[in-house]
C-alpha cells in the first residue's frame, strides 16, 4: 500500500475562500501555541493587535504608513512573477532606490521642492531599475538562474549602504551613530491628517493603477503573460523573450526602489542603516498570496502592514522580538502554500 499525489478539478470560489480562511485560522492557532508558550494569551494578543492596527485614526495610519513601500515591492515582485520570473531582489533594490534618492537629497542644494522630489525619484527608479537589469541581462543572454542573482545582490546592495553611511556619507553632527545628516524640509514628502501618512501612499496606489492597466489592458501585457505560461509558443508568436526579460525585470527593480525613495522622503528622512524591517522579503509572500494581481497586492500588503503594527504592538505590551513577526509571516505563509496546494491536488492510496 502507498500513496499517490492526484490532481483534482479546481474547486469552487466559495470552498476556497473558505480553504484560505481556514489555513489562517490554522497559522493563527500555531502562533497561539508559541505565545501560550510565552505565558501570553493569544486572544487577549490578537484583540490587541487587532485594535492597535486599525483601532483609531492613528493606527490606520501607521498600518497605511507599513503599506506603502510593501505595496511598491510587492508590485515589483508581481510584475516579474507575471513572466515566471522569480525576483527575490525587491530587499537590495529597495536599498538601490533609497541610495539613489539619497544621493540627490544629500548632494543637490535646491529649495525647490518639486525639482528635489522628482529628482529623487528618477534617480531611485534608475538605480533600482539598473540593479534589477543585471540579473535580468544575465538571465536573457546566459540564462543565469535569476533566483540566485538577485538573492545574492541583496547582500550587496545593503552593505554598500552601510559602506556609505559608516563612510563617507555618515553625519559628522551624528553622535557616531551610521546614519547620514538629515534630508532637508525640500526632500521630504507631504504629509496628512497630523499623522506619518505621507504622499508616498497614493503614489503607491497610483503605481497600481498603472500596472493593472499595462499588465491587462495593453497588447505588451498579454505578451509577458503569454512568455510566462507558455514561452515555446511566444518564441513562435514572434515575441521578442529576451528584449521582454530586460525590460519587465527593470520595471520590476524600478517599482521596489520606489519604496526606498517613500520610505527615505516620507518616513526616515535620512539614510540610515536597516532602513527596511524586510519589506524587499514580505513582498514575495504578497506578491504570490495576492495571485500577481496588482489590486490583489494592495489588499494583501494591507493586511501585512497590520500585522506589521500588530506586532509593533506587540512588543511594547509583551516584551516579544521582533522576530515574532517573521513566526507569524512564516507560518501564515507554510499554512496558505499547503492550502493552495491541497486545493489543487489530493491524496489517494494504491495498491502495490
Same mark, same amino acid.
Given at each position: 500500500?502507498?500513496?499517490?499525489?492526484?490532481?483534482?478539478?479546481?474547486?469552487?470560489?466559495?470552498?476556497?475562500?473558505?480553504?484560505?480562511?481556514?489555513?489562517?485560522?490554522?497559522?493563527?492557532?500555531?502562533?497561539?501555541?508559541?505565545?501560550?508558550?510565552?505565558?501570553?494569551?493569544?486572544?487577549?494578543?490578537?484583540?490587541?493587535?487587532?485594535?492597535?492596527?486599525?483601532?483609531?485614526?492613528?493606527?490606520?495610519?501607521?498600518?497605511?504608513?507599513?503599506?506603502?513601500?510593501?505595496?511598491?515591492?510587492?508590485?515589483?515582485?508581481?510584475?516579474?512573477?507575471?513572466?515566471?520570473?522569480?525576483?527575490?531582489?525587491?530587499?537590495?533594490?529597495?536599498?538601490?532606490?533609497?541610495?539613489?534618492?539619497?544621493?540627490?537629497?544629500?548632494?543637490?542644494?535646491?529649495?525647490?521642492?518639486?525639482?528635489?522630489?522628482?529628482?529623487?525619484?528618477?534617480?531611485?527608479? $534608475?538605480?533600482?531599475?539598473?540593479?534589477?537589469?543585471?540579473?535580468?541581462?544575465?538571465?536573457?543572454?546566459?540564462?543565469?538562474?535569476?533566483?540566485?542573482?538577485?538573492?545574492?545582490?541583496?547582500?550587496?546592495?545593503?552593505?554598500?549602504?552601510?559602506?556609505?553611511?559608516?563612510?563617507?556619507?555618515?553625519?559628522?553632527?551624528?553622535?557616531?551613530?551610521?546614519?547620514?545628516?538629515?534630508?532637508?524640509?525640500?526632500?521630504?514628502?507631504?504629509?496628512?491628517?497630523?499623522?506619518?501618512?505621507?504622499?508616498?501612499? $497614493?503614489?503607491?496606489?497610483?503605481?497600481?493603477?498603472?500596472? $493593472?492597466?499595462?499588465?491587462?489592458?495593453?497588447?505588451?501585457?498579454?505578451?509577458?503573460?503569454?512568455?510566462?505560461?507558455?514561452?515555446?509558443?511566444?518564441?513562435?508568436?514572434?515575441?521578442?523573450?529576451?528584449?521582454?526579460?530586460?525590460?519587465?525585470?527593470?520595471?520590476?527593480?524600478?517599482?521596489?526602489?520606489?519604496?526606498?525613495?517613500?520610505?527615505?522622503?516620507?518616513?526616515?528622512?535620512?539614510?540610515?542603516?536597516?532602513?527596511?524591517?524586510?519589506?524587499?522579503?514580505?513582498?514575495?509572500?504578497?506578491?504570490?498570496?495576492?495571485?500577481?494581481?496588482?489590486?490583489?497586492?494592495?489588499?494583501?500588503?494591507?493586511?501585512?502592514?497590520?500585522?506589521?503594527?500588530?506586532?509593533?504592538?506587540?512588543?511594547?505590551?509583551?516584551?516579544?522580538?521582533?522576530?515574532?513577526?517573521?513566526?507569524?509571516?512564516?507560518?501564515?505563509?507554510?499554512?496558505?502554500?499547503?492550502?493552495?496546494?491541497?486545493?489543487?491536488?489530493?491524496?489517494?492510496?494504491?495498491?502495490?
Amino acid at each position: 500500500m502507498k500513496f499517490k499525489l492526484v490532481k483534482k478539478s479546481p474547486v469552487s470560489g466559495i470552498k476556497s475562500i473558505l480553504t484560505t480562511l481556514l489555513s489562517i485560522f490554522i497559522a493563527l492557532l500555531i502562533s497561539g501555541i508559541f505565545l501560550t508558550f510565552a505565558d501570553i494569551n493569544p486572544i487577549s494578543a490578537y484583540k490587541d493587535m487587532l485594535i492597535e492596527s486599525v483601532g483609531s485614526v492613528y493606527g490606520i495610519t501607521e498600518t497605511l504608513v507599513k503599506t506603502t513601500p510593501l505595496i511598491f515591492c510587492g508590485l515589483g515582485v508581481a510584475v516579474a512573477f507575471r513572466m515566471h520570473l522569480w525576483n527575490i531582489g525587491a530587499e537590495g533594490q529597495l536599498y538601490m532606490g533609497a541610495f539613489g534618492a539619497s544621493l540627490v537629497a544629500l548632494h543637490l542644494n535646491t529649495d525647490s521642492h518639486f525639482v528635489m522630489i522628482t529628482l529623487m525619484f528618477i534617480s531611485a527608479i $534608475f538605480f533600482g531599475g539598473l540593479w534589477a537589469l543585471i540579473p535580468g541581462a544575465l538571465k536573457a543572454i546566459y540564462n543565469v538562474n535569476e533566483t540566485i542573482v538577485t538573492l545574492l545582490m541583496n547582500y550587496i546592495a545593503i552593505l554598500w549602504v552601510d559602506f556609505l553611511i559608516y563612510g563617507a556619507w555618515k553625519d559628522p553632527k551624528g553622535f557616531n551613530f551610521p546614519i547620514s545628516a538629515e534630508f532637508t524640509s525640500a526632500a521630504r514628502l507631504s504629509e496628512y491628517f497630523d499623522s506619518r501618512l505621507h504622499s508616498g501612499f $497614493f503614489l503607491a496606489l497610483l503605481c497600481a493603477l498603472l500596472v $493593472f492597466i499595462i499588465i491587462e489592458k495593453t497588447v505588451w501585457g498579454y505578451e509577458i503573460k503569454v512568455i510566462g505560461s507558455n514561452p515555446k509558443a511566444a518564441m513562435y508568436a514572434g515575441i521578442n523573450i529576451k528584449k521582454n526579460i530586460i525590460l519587465v525585470m527593470f520595471i520590476s527593480g524600478a517599482l521596489s526602489a520606489i519604496a526606498g525613495f517613500s520610505e527615505l522622503a516620507g518616513v526616515q528622512h535620512r539614510l540610515q542603516h536597516a532602513i527596511s524591517p524586510g519589506y524587499g522579503y514580505t513582498a514575495i509572500i504578497i506578491a504570490w498570496l495576492a495571485k500577481r494581481s496588482a489590486f490583489g497586492v494592495v489588499i494583501v500588503s494591507f493586511l501585512m502592514g497590520m500585522l506589521f503594527v500588530g506586532s509593533d504592538s506587540m512588543q511594547i505590551y509583551y516584551q516579544l522580538p521582533v522576530a515574532m513577526v517573521s513566526v507569524f509571516q512564516g507560518l501564515i505563509l507554510f499554512s496558505l502554500i499547503v492550502a493552495e496546494f491541497f486545493k489543487e491536488h489530493k491524496i489517494v492510496m494504491v495498491k502495490e
